[in-house]
Each structure stands twice: as C-alpha cells, then as structure tokens.
C-alpha cells in the first residue's frame, strides 16, 4: 500500500492530515516562523534562514518577510530573485522560478488543490500539482498562480491578477481570471 507521501509526490490524492504530510509541513512552519522573526535590519541572516528552507537558490536572494510555505524544499529559485511583503508559496508540487524574478507585495504561488466535492473535502484529501515561472517574470502586488500553471520568460502578471492558465513567453496579464492584454518585447 502507498503512502499518502507516495501518493502526493506522484501528483495523486492524498490526505493532508496524514503524519507525515503534517509533520513536513511542521517543519517549513517552524522555518517560516524562524525567518519571520529575523529583523528587516539583518538581511544577511534572513538570506541564510531562506537559504535553509528552499531546495536550491541562486545568487542575489532577496526574500522579505513575511514569507511562508508548506515545505520549502520544493522551491527553486534561479538567480536574481526578488520576492516583497508576505509571499506564500504552497509547495507541496515542485515549485521552479527562473533567473531574474520580482514578485510584488502579497502574492500567493499554490500547487495545492482540494477537491470540488464535500465527500473528498472531508476526507482532507489534496492534489499537488507543480508551478514553473521562466525568466524575467514580474509580478505585480496580490498575484495568485493556482496550481500547474507554467509561466514564460519575459512576462509581466499586473496586480490583483488570478492566474488559473499558462501564459506565453512575451505577455502582459491581468485580470480575475488572468488574460493576455499584448505582447511585450524583449528589450
């Protein structure tokens, strides 16, 4: 028999009150907790806390606090990454965000979804699904990217957007759900 572990890494239904979900997230809570009580006026030991919750980061690490996520482990980070005030990452799936990102003031990137039934809801079952960001992706304040979406390089999501699809190299999105306003160049 598969454990709900087993069952959550391999994209399928699991029960997110089982032990040992519960005790991964435990875990990045603490972290969370830790990086979060680390004063503004010490950016260095905030970049050594964010350090040891992400699974791999790049030069130039710049995460504000508040931060928090489900296991962090599942976050991947490329070089130049910026995040502002109060991100959540909810990486259960595999998060990968490329090389020179910026993410604006309360944004949310989630690979958890539950299911649409009461029945399922009930049984505290989730479904993970991963999120990829490209390269220089800017995200204005209070983005949402639900769960498998994958985001191209050089696209710019506006405030307050909902991503709940993939969006090309090259584009500007906005809106609740988000869509395709132009394209942008790359210079």
């Known amino acids: 028999m598969r454990s709900e572990l087993d069952k959550l890494e391999a994209g399928d239904w699991y029960c997110f009150s089982d032990a040992e979900v519960a005790a991964r997230k435990a875990r ?54 910026l995040s502002n005030y109060n991100l959540t990452i909810l990486d259960m799936a595999p998060v990968k965000i490329g090389n020179n990102v910026m993410i604006g003031p309360n ?53 307050g957007a909902v991503v709940t699809k993939d969006v090309p190299d090259n584009t500007l999105v906005a809106g609740v759900p988000a869509k395709a306003i132009r394209k942008l160049t790359q210079n």
């Open 28 to 81: 990045a809570a603490k972290l969370c907790q830790e990086f979060n009580a680390i004063p503004a006026t010490e950016p260095k030991k905030q970049t050594t806390k964010i350090q040891e919750i992400f699974g791999s980061y790049g030069d130039n690490l710049s995460v504000q606090a508040n931060f928090n996520c489900d296991y962090g482990k599942n976050i991947h980070v490329g070089q130049n990454f």
């Open 107 to 159: 944004c949310g990137i989630y690979t958890v979804n539950h299911p649409m039934n009461p029945a399922g809801r009930r049984q505290y079952l989730a479904q993970a699904q991963p999120v990829t960001i490209g390269n220089d992706v800017w995200f204005g304040g209070s983005v949402t990217v639900l769960p498998g979406v994958t985001i191209g390089n050089n696209v710019v999501i506006a405030a």
